[in-house]
């Protein structure tokens, strides 16, 4: 059994694994998630993962989400200067050029498989997957005839039905902070995931302002 | 790159991301085609600063052009795209790890 990856971004790496047709991990391989999903990578969690990762052979950090420039270089230094004789940049960084002495790096499109299994996949309905939604996400109409409805949005309805949520929640504080790092989920909570697609044509805009103006008379005979 | 990448090409979308250098060469090495009409070449530089401006210039000029006519000149792209979500296969570079 696979119970070495830890983070958010490995949360589902686990059933990804098993599509590839891998069961296991080699048994001494130590993996450390680069980027702070939890909030956890303090002076503690590094002391802890410095000297967890000596009882191993190889080391794997990885990123499995995509990361800008700044957070890159960070993490280039902190793989760079991590003391351990075998070590391996696990990332979805696909930039050829990007090199640490010393480190082996693998590019993995996990994202790619993540978005592929998304569509192609049967959810398994025990396991909590990265943006799953325990079911509870209304089925998707997808009306192609409407342009809009063509911007579509995750089986998982993380675009619309989660994170209009969640950006009600962060607009309180100063920069972004993910709920996960606060301990609020929504997986559990119902999601939408269908859309109401914008109107396309002046004439549907039209109507639709008339419509507005009718029920808000409306309203003003029973105020 | 995320699935911010591969929703709109996959849903028959033209794309103009901003994102690692290389991206776009990484791309059409999944196996997704790209049109000739928009130039890339933004994602060769590794400046961010620079390649922002670069995108924005390429947005602008894109924004000049007969979008429509470029739309229908190109549907074959956008049509290859959308099967590139039952075509391309699962990346299993991670594999590797079992090698070392």
């Not at chain 1, 993996?31 to 410095?50: G, Q, S, T």
């Not at chain 1, 989400?65 to 004789?85: L, N, R, T, W």
């Not at chain 2, 776009?24 to 922002?52: C, H, M, T, V, W």
């Amino acid at each position: 059994m696979i119970n070495v990856i830890q983070g958010i971004e490995g949360d589902d790496l686990l059933w990804h694994l098993k599509l590839l047709g891998a069961n296991e991990l080699p048994k001494n391989v130590y993996f450390i998630p680069l980027v702070n999903h939890y909030n956890l990578h303090n002076a503690d969690w590094f002391n802890n993962v410095r000297n967890q990762a000596k009882n191993f052979d190889t080391v794997v950090f990885y990123d499995l989400v995509h990361i800008g420039d700044y957070e890159q270089i960070i993490f280039k230094k902190v793989v760079s200067e991590f003391e351990h004789p075998n070590k391996i940049y696990l990332t979805v960084n696909q930039n050829k050029s990007f090199q640490i002495d010393s480190v082996k790096i693998i590019r993995w499109d996990f994202m790619w498989n993540r978005y592929k299994a998304y569509y192609t996949e049967s959810v398994p309905t025990n396991l909590h997957l990265h943006h799953y939604s325990h079911g509870n996400y209304h089925t998707i109409d997808i009306n192609y005839h409407l342009t809009r409805n063509k911007k579509f949005m995750s089986p998982m309805g993380r675009e619309y039905g989660l994170r209009t949520r969640l950006y009600d929640i962060v607009k309180n504080h100063d920069g972004y902070i993910s709920n996960r790092s606060k301990g609020i989920t929504f997986e559990n909570e119902p999601v939408m995931a269908s859309l109401i697609p914008y109107p396309t044509n002046f004439t549907t805009i039209l109507i639709l302002v008339y419509m507005l103006k009718v029920t808000a008379a409306i309203a003003n005979l029973y105020i | 790159m995320t699935e911010k990448t591969f929703e709109p090409l996959t849903k028959g979308h033209f794309i103009l991301p901003l994102s690692n250098t290389g991206s776009i060469a990484r791309i059409q090495e999944l196996g997704f085609k790209l049109p000739d009409f928009i130039d890339y070449s933004y994602d060769l530089e590794s400046n961010i600063d620079l390649k922002f401006d670069m995108l924005l210039s390429e947005f602008k000029r894109l924004l000049t052009l007969d979008l429509n006519t470029l739309y229908q000149q190109n549907k074959q792209i956008l049509e290859h795209n959308k099967n590139c979500l039952s075509t391309i296969p699962y990346d299993n570079s991670i594999l590797e790890i079992f090698n070392v």
